[in-house]
C-alpha cells in the first residue's frame, strides 16, 4: 500500500508512561510491547516526509466531579494526570521530530481538540494510527476519523491492548464498519 507522504500522517495514539511502562497506573504488557514497532514506523514514516503526530490522554484532577455521567475515574481509577511522569510519553519513541503532539482528555482524540483543523489545514487525507490501547482510544480516534473522512488505517502489528482478543475485537470491528488494517511491512510512504 502506498501512501502519499504529504497527505499522510501517522497518529500515535497514547504510548504514555501510564500506559506502556510497567511502573505506570494501567501498564499493559501489550502497550509496551507495540513501542519497538511503532517507534520503527515514526521513523519510515519520517525520513520519506509524512506529518508525525502524538496524542496524550491527559487529565486535570478534578476532570470529573462535576460530571452527570462520563467518569474515566470511575471506570479506569486516576492515571495520567495533568503534569504527571505517567501522562509523559514514553522516552523509547522519537517525539522530538513530532509535528504536533495532541492532548486529549477522552478516548478521541477529535473531541474538543485542534486535530481536525490541524489535519485539514494540511491537506491530510489519510491517517495511520497506531499506539494503545486498541479497543479504546485507538479504536474511538478511529472511528471518529471515519466519520470525519479520513481514510484511518490501523496498524495491527504497532497496536497495543491489555489482551489479545481486545486487539482483536477492535481491529475486526474497526475493518468492518469504518476503517482498513493493515501490517507495518505493507505500507509505502512514496509520493505518487
Same mark, same amino acid.
Given at each position: 500500500?502506498?501512501?502519499?507522504?504529504?497527505?499522510?500522517?501517522?497518529?500515535?495514539?497514547?504510548?504514555?508512561?501510564?500506559?506502556? @511502562?510497567?511502573?505506570? +497506573?494501567? %501498564?499493559?504488557?501489550?502497550? &509496551?510491547?507495540?513501542?519497538?514497532?511503532? $517507534?520503527?514506523?515514526?521513523?519510515?514514516?519520517?525520513?520519506?516526509?509524512?506529518?508525525?503526530?502524538?496524542?496524550?490522554?491527559?487529565?486535570?484532577?478534578?476532570?470529573?466531579?462535576?460530571?452527570?455521567?462520563?467518569?474515566?475515574?470511575?471506570?479506569?481509577?486516576?492515571?495520567?494526570?495533568?503534569?504527571?511522569?505517567?501522562?509523559?510519553?514514553?522516552?523509547?519513541?522519537?517525539?522530538?521530530?513530532?509535528?504536533?503532539?495532541?492532548?486529549? @482528555?477522552?478516548?478521541? +482524540?477529535? %473531541?474538543?481538540?485542534?486535530? &481536525?483543523?490541524?489535519?485539514?489545514?494540511? $491537506?491530510?487525507?489519510?491517517?495511520?494510527?497506531?499506539g494503545t490501547l486498541a479497543n479504546v482510544c485507538v479504536l474511538?480516534?478511529?472511528?471518529?476519523?471515519?466519520?470525519?473522512?479520513?481514510?484511518?488505517?490501523?496498524?495491527?502489528?504497532?497496536i497495543g491492548a491489555i489482551e489479545d482478543d481486545h486487539r482483536?475485537?477492535?481491529?475486526?470491528?474497526a475493518e468492518w464498519l469504518f476503517g482498513e488494517v493493515v501490517?507495518?511491512?505493507?505500507?509505502?510512504?512514496?509520493?505518487?
Amino acid at each position: 500500500m502506498n501512501l502519499e507522504p504529504a497527505r499522510t500522517a501517522v497518529v500515535v495514539v497514547d504510548m504514555q508512561n501510564g500506559f506502556c @511502562h510497567p511502573d505506570g +497506573a494501567l %501498564y499493559a504488557p501489550g502497550s &509496551e510491547a507495540a513501542i519497538e514497532p511503532v $517507534g520503527e514506523l515514526v521513523d519510515r514514516a519520517t525520513d520519506a516526509g509524512a506529518s508525525i503526530l502524538y496524542t496524550r490522554d491527559v487529565h486535570p484532577p478534578e476532570q470529573f466531579e462535576d460530571t452527570h455521567y462520563y467518569d474515566e475515574f470511575d471506570q479506569w481509577g486516576e492515571h495520567v494526570l495533568e503534569g504527571s511522569w505517567g501522562a509523559q510519553i514514553v522516552d523509547e519513541l522519537p517525539t522530538e521530530a513530532a509535528d504536533n503532539v495532541v492532548e486529549k @482528555h477522552t478516548y478521541d +482524540a477529535f %473531541y474538543e481538540t485542534e486535530l &481536525e483543523g490541524w489535519l485539514n489545514a494540511r $491537506g491530510v487525507d489519510d491517517l495511520v494510527l497506531c499506539g494503545t490501547l486498541a479497543n479504546v482510544c485507538v479504536l474511538h480516534t478511529g472511528g471518529s476519523a471515519g466519520l470525519r473522512d479520513f481514510r484511518p488505517l490501523l496498524v495491527e502489528d504497532c497496536i497495543g491492548a491489555i489482551e489479545d482478543d481486545h486487539r482483536e475485537y477492535a481491529l475486526d470491528h474497526a475493518e468492518w464498519l469504518f476503517g482498513e488494517v493493515v501490517e507495518s511491512t505493507d505500507l509505502e510512504f512514496a509520493a505518487e
